[in-house]
C-alpha cells in the first residue's frame, strides 16, 4: 500500500518514501510492516519512539491527558495493539478558540514477527508517556555480525 500524506506545508509526501529512518515502515523496523495495512484509518495518529536495548525493545507512546483506566494494550496474533477509547468525548461541548491536542481515540499496531517474549510485555503510563517494555525473546535477535567485504 502507498499511501501520501500532506505535510504542514500543503506538499505530497510518501508515507513509506525516503526519510523513513531506521524503524522503516509505518509499523517500523524491527517490528516489521503489519499486514492489515493502515490498521489507524479513522482514529487520531500518536507518536511514538521506539528504543532498542541490548535485552528489550521500549515503545514511547506520547499521549497526555489520558484516563489510564481507558487504555488498553493486548498482543493477539503475533500484533501489539495500543487503543484508546474514552468513555465520553468531554471536549465535544468545549469551544476552542487553538486547539493542538486531543485526547480522544487512538489505535496503534505493531507486529512483532516473534522478537518479544509476549509473556513478558510491561506497561506504564505517566507523565503523558505510555511506556511499553518487550524483552527480546532471544532465540530470534541475534547479534549483528560484521560481514567481510571482498
Do not use: W
Not at 21 to 34: L, N
Not at 52 to 72: D, V
Not at 109 to 133: E, P
Amino acid at each position: 500500500m502507498y499511501n501520501k500524506d500532506r505535510c504542514h506545508s500543503g506538499k505530497m509526501h510518501s508515507r513509506f518514501g525516503s526519510g523513513e529512518g531506521r524503524f522503516g515502515r509505518h509499523f517500523g523496523g524491527p517490528f516489521g510492516h503489519h499486514k492489515f495495512g493502515m490498521f489507524n484509518q479513522g482514529f487520531r495518529k500518536v507518536p511514538v519512539n521506539i528504543e532498542e536495548t541490548e535485552n528489550s525493545f521500549i515503545i514511547e507512546l506520547f499521549a497526555p491527558a489520558l484516563i489510564k483506566e481507558h487504555l488498553k494494550v493486548l498482543t493477539k496474533d503475533d500484533v501489539l495493539s495500543i487503543t484508546y477509547q474514552p468513555k465520553e468525548e468531554v471536549d465535544a461541548a468545549k469551544k476552542y478558540s487553538r486547539r493542538e491536542y486531543s485526547n480522544g481515540s487512538f489505535e496503534r499496531a505493531f507486529g512483532l514477527n516473534g522478537k518479544v517474549l509476549s509473556d513478558d510485555i510491561s506497561a506504564h503510563y505517566a507523565d503523558g508517556i505510555l511506556k511499553v517494555t518487550l524483552p527480546k525473546n532471544p532465540e530470534t535477535n541475534t547479534p549483528e555480525k560484521d560481514i567481510l567485504v571482498d
